[in-house]
């Protein structure tokens, strides 16, 4: 089992959703962050002052998948979320080594 | 229908109007030197005659003519006062309504509507609007070029204008009321079009709106025209200032076209939900209170009947407005519809401005409860099958409610009669047509000089990033994990 | 005591009144449609009366007698819009002490009890309340059934009403004024049962308790009835209005329990902080701004020496109450409390209105003060004592300082003895028993037939998306993960 | 120069005044009561006169010079409301200008300086300030220990208090509308030390000032004192409440030293951007709205024209100071600020302050629209040059714009001249010179005796938690993740 | 040493938070989240239209943990958040590979 | 490639970018969160109530790094973050099996 994080514009959220459900995604976690990398942040002006905020609204989507399915679903995100230009994120993958579903305490596969 | 001709010559009036605010040249300053001069004379003179005495003598000295007058003016001021207030109402309603990405500019785009307002009323609105008292200040025509700075550098030695036999209150005092009312017209407009019109371009149409397009229907009837001839019945606005700012507001909005993300491919539409719904309640009573000066102050004199029943019928049709739609959404829906029920306090509002001192107080509750019932179907069906994208639901208020509330003073009330549901909708018809015209030719020509809508990706920012550089909330985590997806009932 | 008896029949009451307002039958609507005509040709002659002749004539014409009608009712009117703009404080005030998952929920019953409090009014309360009044429009006895719905359909040509004869202001100023009043009492309840009362069983209480217990109560001191005779004093509504409120208020918590996690098994309490001090802090100033209207319109004309006096012992006492909330919350715990100094100086304001025009300025500040200090306790008694939820501290507010002002008037200021001392206790508890025992039956049958809770789900999730499936704030990230515990002091 | 010396006692005055108000003695106690004991009886014959006779009675016998008297202290009372309204103002302007962590010390400094404001000008200020009003109830001198409790405990049978022999308006509204303007003078500190100035130092300057240093340069002018004798002239006070606050604030913020973070070690200044500019703007049209009562109420009258003249050149300013803002910000930086917009409109009002009834409509527009450029500019020159940390910008507005509205006097309008210049500037001095050595020597000794400013640590975690343990909005996630940048323009 | 990510219902935190300090885990990190999976997101209203909202507010709970506790908190969590109703939540975990607290420079068991 | 979560005071924050900008560690995402550890939480009143708020307003860093980068990262934030008191905060540490840059699909330490 994988767990897929993946760094997203804020924008990407409603297809990049729709897609992973046509593709049997049917569980996934989303966090508000802010984003610094090669995409600039914004200039904010108060008060005749003009000032450089780094970091840029994004959505951290955790996935976690099946080992099987991960190659896939990494292939769909990057695809839903790619609108070519500067900030359209990053995807991190890391192994889980249990998962637990709470109200059935299923484990692990039966977990997903 | 001379008042029509002036319609292909708005550029010229804003150019001259901006021309004399922006810049006046010398002649005009030394001839307003000597306006001031004088100016200053009988301002001294009326100090000391006021001021001067001690206030006992001064009391002494007074006839009973002077108190009905000093109550009369009083009340036209505070009615202004009043109808102030409602600017603060529309912009609270209005930005609580959109989202909070687009606040600054909705703040900004209402703060500058009342200053920009106020301005170009004094400039050219007032004098336009009321052509019959130019000759009051001695002014020949109301197209003579003196006329559009009339108000800014008129003759105050002109006691005539201060005193009963100007009106039940001052010269000054009647501007300060109707440039009130005048910029109330633009709000209206400000909403529809919010989170996606280009703020130069809206500030110029709004300051054109409010210089020239308003004041020349408006004087069609206030101002002594050919609908008050007719016999055309508008108490405080329904049609002059509601249902002609819907007009434009419903103009500019197909000019501009939709929001981003407002309309799916298959033609079905979203919700954009509005960022504060506290804002937007606050918004709808700081109305409701001020409309007790635009309509109460309409009376144009402290009437104690009049005025009186005008504040009850305000409020019943208000109240009626407001439980009609809470009710209708909540029939319709299975739960009450808050947003609907603070759109149907306004409508109630709308409805009942064209006939507040005609109607008695059962009459009221129905004509609100009708806004109010009426203002829920219109939004969806605006929305849904118009497919008018319009955020604060201005054009389902002000133009829809405004029309039925005009209507109702020939079905309703002292005034009930084919023949006045016939100049109603005469009324109804020649403003809307000349708004539209005017709209159509002013909102197109901007339109196709500098463009209306931002880009998309300042739309998907925020029109605050991008025409200001500004965030409202930078210390509350805004949410951008959302996903509406219209479920049609 | 025929008063008590009514109290048997509000339901009747209600059934009668809500199918006037929706559903007219036809010869009600016959004799309304004559009534309108009649009403419109008086309604036709005053205007004609005023509008038609040129303001100088009028002006030239008008008399002394007018001149101190027009300010005394001018002075009423603009009490009204003051009471008015109350609501929108008790709006502010209520959604800020409360969370923002019932935010939505908290501005619909505040929005509708204004609406359904003005239309019931002038159904049934105006009528019932004022029963001297009924002879004037010629209505037998407030008990006939004509008697509810006297105002909406009363012959407005019997320009008694509208003149010196009638009162210092018109009728319409009255029913206006007192319709501002009326809604302020079933306020108070909506703020101490927010937060986990169902929507149509809160609304059909409000509506009951406005249109039948609030004016029964009235009319017994306002309406010159016994208590009135009796000499019991309460210039501006500690009693008739606050205290009342706040019974009521305390009876249907009672009714109603706890918010779910208020109370911990052992029996401590936990505090439950409302989502926006901000909106409180506005609500208060709005209230106190409002309150100008409230004890200054109590003096029924714009009288110059007692007007002004109210005003400033009403903004003594205010000022004395948030002082002394302050300093005692600064004292008790070591930091001065916002929130107590918001609820000291309405303590204050609630305080002063039963004597504000009987008081000397040092007595203002001594009343007030009290009061302040009194709903700091009052609030941690209530809170950890009786363990009465009040999300806003209505009885507090309301309830006691209600009572402490109303007792004021037997200890302080120009009627202070021991004999005025028992009529205001009297009418403390005359009123407070009848409002209980009102409350008790209305609100008991309501929890049997339709209960009054939401479930514990709902409550969990908030009301907004329980009750109405809205969010308030939806472009905001709400914090969930908080976890209080009380550190008993 | 006898109003100087008292300058030296200020610490014995608080301390009377603090031990009047929180524990009067025996002997006053006994004093009081029995001047209780006259006033009662003065109120109930005041009550029987007003309230005894029918209305239709009292109304016959009225003569002219009440309803004048009846109209005139209306609107002076009404001023005052709108006055206070100006607190609200305040109030939601600066929360809105700062920090989420910081709102509830905002709220809680804001309230009670309303509250102390007007308790301490009934003890001390109001009697301070008006000295020639102490003959009149009978004291000798100003300087009297008597004087300091004069308002609170006068012999309110002397009925020349009450009408037309005393003013246009009575006692009573008198101090109501003075007291609502003392408050307004402290208010203007608040905003520019908030953030990070100890909640209990800030109120007991703010007590020292609006009891001492505000009346006592208040009296040079509109007690009757030297400035007036000498030809100063100042409206409705831009130097006499604005630069007066504006100074107090400088020395302040000189003494107490920027916000944490504020000022980087090269000397270049980061923005901190306030939490809510929907609230600033509320507060803004508030404050504009309050505003006509602030001016319009300077009238002292009802007098219609004046009124009605102050109101029209009041509005004029005000909007073309939030154009000339806008505009000057959108040329500037390249986009349009509402931020100093907002201020604009501000400044515009401050700026007419000292002239409103002086000036012609166009130089109304002149001087407002200077006021807004020029307060662009000094938010700039006092945030980068000078290295003054002024949150809210309240220096700008009220100081620079405040003295700029008093020398407009003598430029502008029907004093101006080259004499009218010198008086201007003389007050402008005078007033600036004793408010700065009043602030340096009481904030000093404040500085040393208790300290001005938290620790870092409770700056950083905000002064909600440091100082009241509280938060302001519970529900929301606070942003923790800013870096701003300050980029050189 | 394993870090449990759990995404729980947010009224579950507080007996969840009284649970772990029973047991002697003492430290936490709380994120607001908002989740997706078979417990479907609610129905929102406004101005007369109605549309689904997917996401559901969650509270994701970060726990870095000695291996040897890690089974006796899975099995607290479990616990203490279970209701029984769709949506109660997931566990998820994986190794770490290192912890050092900022404050004092130690290093993994010693950090926790 | 590891991932380094570094939970931080939130006044932090803008040395700590700055430092790592230094560095050339040019990416990084950041989340409000909220911590629970050695710290107490603040007391907070409301209406004469005292009540503890256990947890503490914090920031948590995700910063994904080449191994190599690893230890100089962690010297940098520790030193950057560090200020002696209590609730400094802590690092956790594990291994990414891949990391895909969204616009460009690069991969792995390309990606970083
Ligand atoms: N090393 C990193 N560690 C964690 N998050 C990163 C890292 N690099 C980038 N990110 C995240 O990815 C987002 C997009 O990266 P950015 O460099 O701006 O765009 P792009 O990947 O298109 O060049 C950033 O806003 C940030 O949230
Ligand atoms: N594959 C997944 N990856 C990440 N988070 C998930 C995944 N599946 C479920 N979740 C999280 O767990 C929560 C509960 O899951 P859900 O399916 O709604 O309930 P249940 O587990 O009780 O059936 C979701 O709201 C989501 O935050
Ligand atoms: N076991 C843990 N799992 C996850 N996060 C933790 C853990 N222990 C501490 N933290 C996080 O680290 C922060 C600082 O820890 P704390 O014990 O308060 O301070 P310190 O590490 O300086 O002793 C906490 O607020 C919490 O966010």
Redesign the interface.
């Known amino acids: 089992m994988?767990?897929i994080?993946?760094?997203?514009k804020?924008?990407a959220?409603?297809s990049l959703?729709k897609r992973l459900t046509e593709l049997g995604i049917?569980?996934?976690?989303?966090?508000?962050?802010?984003?610094?990398?090669?995409q600039r942040g914004?200039?904010?002006?108060?008060?005749?002052?003009?000032?450089?905020?780094?970091?840029v609204?994004?959505?951290?989507l955790?996935i976690?998948v099946k080992s099987d399915d991960l190659d896939k679903t990494?292939e769909a995100?990057?695809q839903a979320?790619?609108?070519?230009?500067?900030?359209?994120?990053?995807?991190?993958?890391?192994?889980?080594?249990?998962?637990?579903?709470?109200?059935t305490?299923e484990k692990d596969q039966d977990?997903l | 229908m001379r008042w029509i001709a002036s319609g292909v010559t708005p550029i010229a009036f804003l150019v001259l109007a901006l021309g004399l605010m922006v810049m006046p040249d010398t002649a005009l300053a030394q001839e307003a030197q000597e306006v001031a001069a004088e100016a200053a004379e009988v301002l001294e003179a009326a100090v000391d005659a006021v001021a001067g005495e001690s206030p006992a003598e001064e009391a002494a000295s007074a006839t009973p003519i002077d108190a009905t007058f000093i109550a009369n003016n009083l009340w036209i001021m505070i009615a202004g006062m009043l109808v102030f207030i409602m600017h603060l109402g529309f912009a609270t309603l209005e930005t609580g309504l959109t989202r909070s990405k687009n606040t600054v500019n909705i703040l900004f785009k209402n703060t500058m509507i009342v200053c920009i307002g106020i301005l170009t009323y004094a400039l050219v609105g007032f004098n336009l609007m009321y052509p019959g008292f130019d000759e009051v200040v001695g002014i020949a025509g109301w197209l003579d070029v003196d006329a559009i700075k009339g108000f800014i550098t008129a003759d105050t030695s002109d006691t005539d204008l201060f005193g009963p036999d100007y009106a039940a209150y001052t010269w000054y005092t009647d501007f300060f009321f109707q440039a009130m009312f005048a910029a109330t017209c633009c709000t209206i407009v400000s909403g529809a079009v919010a989170e996606r019109i280009k703020l130069s371009s809206f500030l110029l149409f709004a300051t054109l709106f409010v210089s020239i397009s308003y004041p020349i229907t408006g004087a069609w009837k206030w101002g002594g025209g050919w609908l008050d001839t007719l016999g055309f019945y508008d108490f405080a606005g329904s049609t002059i200032v509601h249902s002609v700012g819907g007009w434009a507001a419903l103009v500019m909005v197909i000019l501009l076209g939709p929001r981003l993300g407002k309309y799916n491919a298959d033609g079905s539409s979203n919700a954009i939900p509005g960022h504060s719904l506290t804002l937007a309640a606050i918004g709808v009573f700081l109305l409701w209170f001020g409309w007790f000066g635009f309509n109460g102050g309409s009376v144009l004199s402290a009437d104690p009947i009049l005025v009186s029943l005008v504040l009850v019928t305000t409020s019943m049709a208000a109240a009626a407005g407001g439980v009609a739609a809470g009710l209708v959404s909540w029939a319709a829906a299975g739960k009450p519809d808050l947003s609907m029920a603070l759109n149907g306090v306004l409508a109630g509002l709308v409805g009942i401005t064209a006939g507040a001192d005609q109607m008695a107080i059962w009459e009221s509750v129905v004509i609100g409860g009708v806004a109010g019932a009426l203002v829920y179907f219109a939004v969806i069906f605006f929305d849904r099958v118009l497919k008018i994208d319009d955020p604060v639901g201005a054009t389902s208020v002000h133009l829809v409610c405004g029309i039925w509330g005009t209507l109702a003073v020939g079905i309703f009330g002292a005034k009930a009669g084919m023949a006045q549901l016939g100049y109603q909708a005469t009324g109804i018809v020649a403003m809307g047509v000349f708004t539209i015209v005017f709209t159509l030719i002013v909102g197109g020509a901007i339109k196709a000089a500098m463009g209306l809508r931002v880009s998309d990706e300042e739309q998907i920012e925020g029109l605050d990033l991008g025409e200001h550089d500004m965030a409202a909330y930078p210390d509350f985590q805004q949410t951008t994990i959302k996903s509406y997806q219209l479920r049609e009932a």
Do not use: N, Q
């Not at chain 1, 049917?26 to 090669?38: H, I, R």
């Not at chain 1, 914004?42 to 970091?55: I, L, Q």
């Not at chain 1, 609204?57 to 951290?60: C, G, I, S, T």
């Open positions: 994988h767990m994080e993946a760094v997203i804020p924008a959220l409603g959703k049917l569980g996934m976690t989303a966090l508000e962050c802010k984003g610094y990398g090669k914004h200039t904010e002006r108060y008060r005749g002052a003009r000032m450089d905020v780094g970091f609204p994004k959505v951290l955790k976690a990494i995100i990057t979320a790619c609108t070519g230009s500067v900030g359209d994120g990053k995807l991190f993958v890391y192994e889980l080594s249990r998962v637990v579903r709470v109200r305490g977990a």
